[in-house]
């Protein structure tokens, strides 16, 4: 009997040793874990009730109440020995019940404060005791074990608060995780239960020793899953998180990818759901439930405010967030109708990609469920990445797939608008193979369509219908304009319009639009207006004589108001007479030859913004003149070049508004003489600006209501500019105004 009391302290006593040394380094690992703290506590007064066993028993065995008529005797080791073990056993079962309380969840601080402050109470009822020297109840038997007693009440109690433990740990035991934890609380517990109600298992120290192995299986199994299995389980872990990176990232559809990052992130921290938050709206400013696992489809589509819900916090403050208990931590915005029922811990992690936050992944265990800690955030972070890169991939290829789709309908909507129209369309490559020709270009050069395809256009058109100055055409196509120009085919008149292509090959795109008929048009208005102006010349001359005999009989006898009348008329019949001029010059202009001789250009644009000035004030405009002189000479035929100035400040004048503002400058640019026409006019839209410059072509926007013209005044001033060797272009802006410029070469001598 000796012998087997000696073993079971000595068995206790290295236990125990064994047991501080592992809470040592469970402490020096990570000593600010709330489950650490209050296992050291625990374990604490577990020393302090193996202490005073050890002590009392030691004293008994060592002869200092060797007779078992010795009872009711109070030697000092003894009674010392019993005061500690009866705050040990009392001490170690609260603070074992608070360790399982905190460790399944319950960490409130009200919790926190009745739990020190019970244990408080009970070490200082404890101390008082002592202090007063009350009596102790014991018997040292004849085999030298010590046998002590406890009161009902504190039988009733203890036993009481040893099933209660035991009840939290088997109901939450999903959320203490580890086997050999739980074995231990139940050995710990069992232990305490057989000391109450065992007179011989107490007197044995049974309690004792069943207490010190649990508290050892205890501190092993903290020390084995916060350091050893880590450090073992890190590789493994690594891996676990690429395979689940490699299963994301294969998925390509997006709801696929969401669904499948779910699932995964559940499975790997062995939760029991997932939900995936996206951000969207108008300005990315909510969160929406994109997918879930394990939990109600229905709240699939449901939206967050980017401030609200713990979804919310993850995604404004970018970093990684965790409530061990749902309901009572969380006081914001619950993330969806039920999360304040069903949710217990929950993490949350932001899904970033580039540096901005595409979503926020949760994993949510049930209020029953496991507690998460902080490897577990450190494995979700090492999946959040890979779910992040999954859903951009996703998303790209399902903005590429929505792309290809409407683009697919595009072609097919333009190939059957192209294969319908009357305007014969002929795509080439740049080796001027055929790709693409429609109905009506086959039908114009007398080739089917599979037999047109693929052939050289040299072999199929003559000489004349192709562009008639190859510089000029280059020219416009590098500035990425359409090249105009005219050509007739078996008795049709067409402008043809090529435009560079950049898809499915480089080439170019010839469109031929019928102008028979508009050039028919334009040969009988210049016909009626010669003949007009023919014939308003002869009654206009003799208007202007009778007003010149008015003005010789009527010197000094006509008021000042019939003065001020004939004075109008005069200068009305002058613009007039300007007029039919400026109509007469227009046509021979066109139906001669170019003549270059030495143009003084400032001088030119002085009167010809002198010649507007009375027009531009009618409609009360601002029309202004800057020139930055010396200007190099240049040379080039006057009346062409006056009809180019005065066409761009007609254009200005028409289509500005009351009270704009019209400028015309003249400088050196690049060492060629620039001119530029700008107004504060209505502007011309993006879509019309390449093709201003096109015979008969009119701007249909906005503000041209009432302006009239045939589209024929931009034509002949490009025209003119070309044959001067020189380039014309605009800037335009819509209700801001537009600027013509031109470019004209210097004369070098």
């Given at each position: 009997?000796?012998?087997?009391?000696?073993?079971?302290?000595?068995?206790?006593?290295?236990?125990?040793?064994?047991?501080?040394?592992?809470?040592?380094?469970?402490?020096?690992?990570?000593?600010?874990?709330?489950?650490?703290?209050?296992?050291?506590?625990?374990?604490?007064?577990?020393?302090?009730?193996?202490s005073?066993?050890?002590?009392?028993?030691?004293?008994?065995?060592?002869?200092?109440?060797?007779a078992?008529?010795?009872?009711?005797?109070?030697?000092?080791?003894?009674?010392?020995g019993?005061?500690?073990?009866?705050?040990?056993?009392?001490?170690s079962?609260?603070?074992?019940?608070?360790?399982?309380?905190?460790?399944?969840?319950?960490?409130?601080?009200?919790?926190?404060?009745?739990?020190?402050?019970?244990?408080?109470?009970?070490?200082?009822?404890?101390?008082?005791?002592?202090?007063?020297?009350?009596p102790?109840?014991?018997?040292?038997?004849?085999?030298?074990?010590?046998?002590?007693?406890?009161?009902?009440?504190?039988?009733?109690?203890?036993?009481?608060?040893?099933?209660?433990?035991?009840?939290?740990?088997?109901q939450?035991?999903?959320r203490?995780?580890?086997?050999?934890?739980?074995?231990?609380i139940?050995?710990?517990?069992?232990?305490?239960?057989?000391?109450?109600?065992?007179?011989?298992?107490?007197?044995?120290?049974?309690?004792?020793?069943?207490?010190?192995?649990a508290?050892?299986?205890?501190?092993?199994?903290?020390?084995?899953?916060?350091?050893?299995?880590?450090?073992?389980?890190?590789?493994?872990?690594?891996?676990?998180?690429?395979?689940?990176?490699l299963?994301?990232?294969?998925?390509?559809?997006?709801q696929?990818?969401?669904?499948?990052?779910?699932?995964?992130?559940?499975?790997?921290?062995?939760?029991?759901?997932?939900?995936?938050?996206?951000?969207g709206?108008?300005?990315?400013?909510?969160?929406?439930?994109?997918?879930?696992?394990?939990?109600?489809?229905?709240?699939?589509?449901?939206?967050?405010?980017?401030?609200?819900?713990?979804?919310?916090?993850?995604?404004?403050?970018?970093?990684?967030?965790?409530?061990?208990?749902?309901?009572?931590?969380?006081?914001?915005?619950?993330?969806?109708?039920?999360?304040?029922?069903?949710f217990?811990?929950?993490?949350?992690?932001?899904l970033?990609f580039?540096?901005?936050?595409?979503?926020?992944?949760?994993?949510?265990s049930?209020a029953?469920?496991?507690?998460?800690?902080?490897?577990?955030?450190?494995?979700?972070?090492?999946?959040?990445?890979?779910?992040?890169?999954a859903?951009?991939?996703?998303?790209?290829f399902?903005?590429?797939?929505?792309?290809?789709?409407?683009?697919?309908?595009?072609?097919?909507q333009?190939?059957?608008?192209?294969?319908?129209?009357?305007?014969?369309?002929?795509?080439?490559?740049?080796?001027?193979?055929?790709?693409?020709?429609?109905?009506?270009?086959?039908?114009?050069?007398?080739?089917?369509?599979?037999?047109?395809?693929?052939?050289?256009?040299?072999?199929?058109?003559?000489?004349?219908y192709?562009p008639?100055?190859p510089?000029h055409?280059?020219?416009?196509?590098?500035?990425h304009?359409?090249?105009?120009?005219?050509?007739?085919?078996v008795?049709?008149?067409?402008?043809?319009?090529?435009?560079?292509?950049?898809?499915?090959?480089?080439?170019?795109?010839?469109?031929?639009?019928?102008?028979?008929?508009?050039?028919?048009?334009?040969?009988?208005?210049?016909?009626?207006?010669?003949?007009?102006?023919?014939?308003?010349?002869?009654?206009?001359?003799?208007?202007?004589v009778h007003?010149?005999?008015?003005?010789?009989l009527?010197?000094?006898?006509?008021?000042?108001?019939?003065?001020?009348?004939?004075?109008?008329?005069?200068?009305q019949?002058?613009?007039?007479?300007?007029?039919?001029?400026?109509?007469?010059?227009?046509?021979?202009?066109?139906?001669?030859?170019?003549?270059?001789?030495?143009?003084?250009l400032?001088?030119?644009?002085?009167?010809?913004?002198?010649?507007?000035?009375?027009?531009?004030?009618?409609k009360?405009l601002?029309?202004?003149?800057?020139?930055?002189?010396?200007l190099?000479?240049?040379?080039?035929?006057?009346?062409?070049?006056?009809?180019?100035?005065?066409?761009l400040?007609?254009?200005?004048i028409?289509?500005?508004?009351?009270?704009?503002?019209?400028?015309?400058?003249?400088?050196?640019?690049?060492?060629?003489?620039l001119?530029?026409?700008?107004?504060?006019?209505?502007?011309?839209?993006?879509?019309h600006?390449?093709?201003?410059?096109?015979?008969f072509?009119?701007?249909?926007?906005?503000?041209?209501?009432?302006?009239?013209?045939?589209g024929?005044?931009?034509?002949?001033?490009?025209?003119?500019?070309?044959?001067h060797?020189?380039?014309?272009?605009?800037?335009?802006?819509p209700?801001?105004?537009?600027?013509?410029?031109?470019?004209?070469?210097?004369t070098?001598?």
């Amino acid at each position: 009997m000796l012998t087997s009391i000696t073993i079971a302290l000595i068995l206790n006593s290295l236990t125990l040793t064994i047991a501080l040394g592992l809470l040592i380094l469970i402490l020096w690992h990570d000593s600010r874990r709330l489950t650490n703290r209050y296992f050291a506590w625990f374990l604490l007064m577990m020393v302090t009730w193996a202490s005073g066993s050890l002590l009392g028993r030691a004293s008994a065995l060592a002869g200092l109440q060797a007779a078992a008529d010795y009872t009711r005797r109070d030697p000092v080791f003894i009674r010392t020995g019993l005061r500690l073990l009866e705050l040990g056993f009392t001490s170690s079962s609260l603070a074992l019940y608070l360790y399982v309380t905190v460790l399944t969840g319950n960490r409130s601080r009200v919790f926190q404060l009745l739990g020190v402050a019970g244990v408080t109470l009970l070490f200082l009822f404890h101390l008082t005791v002592y202090l007063l020297d009350a009596p102790v109840d014991y018997t040292v038997t004849v085999s030298g074990s010590l046998q002590y007693t406890f009161s009902p009440a504190s039988t009733i109690l203890f036993t009481l608060l040893n099933l209660i433990t035991l009840g939290v740990a088997w109901q939450r035991f999903r959320r203490i995780q580890r086997p050999s934890l739980i074995f231990g609380i139940m050995l710990f517990c069992l232990g305490q239960l057989m000391a109450l109600f065992s007179l011989r298992l107490r007197a044995l120290g049974i309690a004792e020793d069943s207490g010190a192995i649990a508290t050892f299986i205890m501190a092993f199994a903290i020390v084995q899953y916060q350091i050893i299995q880590p450090l073992t389980g890190k590789t493994r872990q690594i891996e676990v998180v690429r395979d689940v990176g490699l299963v994301i990232t294969s998925r390509v559809d997006l709801q696929n990818a969401l669904q499948t990052i779910a699932a995964q992130a559940t499975s790997l921290l062995r939760a029991d759901a997932s939900l995936v938050f996206l951000r969207g709206g108008e300005q990315d400013d909510v969160l929406i439930l994109s997918a879930q696992y394990n939990f109600l489809d229905s709240f699939v589509g449901e939206r967050l405010g980017l401030h609200e819900g713990l979804a919310g916090k993850v995604a404004t403050e970018r970093k990684p967030y965790m409530v061990r208990d749902y309901r009572r931590e969380w006081k914001g915005v619950p993330d969806t109708a039920f999360a304040l029922d069903r949710f217990g811990a929950v993490m949350g992690v932001p899904l970033i990609f580039d540096i901005q936050v595409v979503g926020v992944l949760l994993v949510i265990s049930s209020a029953e469920g496991r507690l998460f800690d902080e490897e577990d955030i450190q494995v979700l972070n090492l999946l959040a990445p890979q779910a992040a890169v999954a859903i951009v991939n996703a998303l790209l290829f399902q903005r590429q797939r929505d792309l290809t789709t409407q683009l697919e309908a595009a072609k097919n909507q333009l190939e059957a608008v192209l294969l319908s129209t009357n305007n014969p369309v002929i795509a080439l490559n740049k080796r001027l193979h055929i790709i693409f020709a429609n109905n009506a270009a086959c039908t114009l050069l007398g080739e089917r369509g599979e037999e047109i395809t693929n052939q050289n256009l040299r072999h199929l058109v003559p000489q004349s219908y192709l562009p008639p100055n190859p510089r000029h055409l280059f020219r416009d196509l590098q500035d990425h304009q359409s090249h105009v120009y005219e050509l007739e085919i078996v008795g049709k008149n067409y402008l043809c319009h090529i435009t560079r292509m950049q898809q499915p090959e480089p080439g170019w795109v010839a469109v031929l639009n019928d102008v028979t008929s508009l050039k028919e048009l334009d040969r009988l208005q210049r016909q009626m207006i010669e003949l007009m102006t023919h014939q308003l010349k002869n009654p206009l001359m003799g208007a202007m004589v009778h007003l010149e005999e008015l003005e010789e009989l009527g010197d000094g006898n006509l008021t000042e108001e019939m003065v001020y009348d004939v004075q109008v008329i005069r200068e009305q019949l002058d613009r007039m007479e300007r007029l039919i001029k400026r109509i007469l010059n227009r046509q021979r202009i066109q139906n001669r030859s170019v003549r270059f001789e030495p143009v003084d250009l400032p001088q030119l644009v002085r009167a010809v913004v002198a010649e507007h000035k009375p027009l531009a004030t009618s409609k009360h405009l601002k029309l202004d003149v800057e020139i930055k002189e010396p200007l190099p000479a240049i040379s080039g035929d006057l009346e062409r070049l006056t009809e180019t100035i005065s066409n761009l400040i007609d254009n200005a004048i028409k289509y500005t508004p009351p009270e704009g503002k019209i400028k015309v400058c003249l400088r050196v640019d690049s060492g060629q003489v620039l001119l530029s026409v700008s107004d504060t006019g209505i502007g011309i839209p993006l879509e019309h600006q390449a093709r201003v410059f096109e015979r008969f072509y009119r701007v249909e926007a906005s503000g041209t209501e009432g302006v009239g013209g045939m589209g024929m005044g931009l034509s002949l001033t490009k025209a003119i500019v070309e044959e001067h060797n020189g380039r014309i272009w605009l800037e335009s802006e819509p209700q801001h105004g537009t600027t013509f410029y031109v470019s004209l070469p210097a004369t070098h001598s």
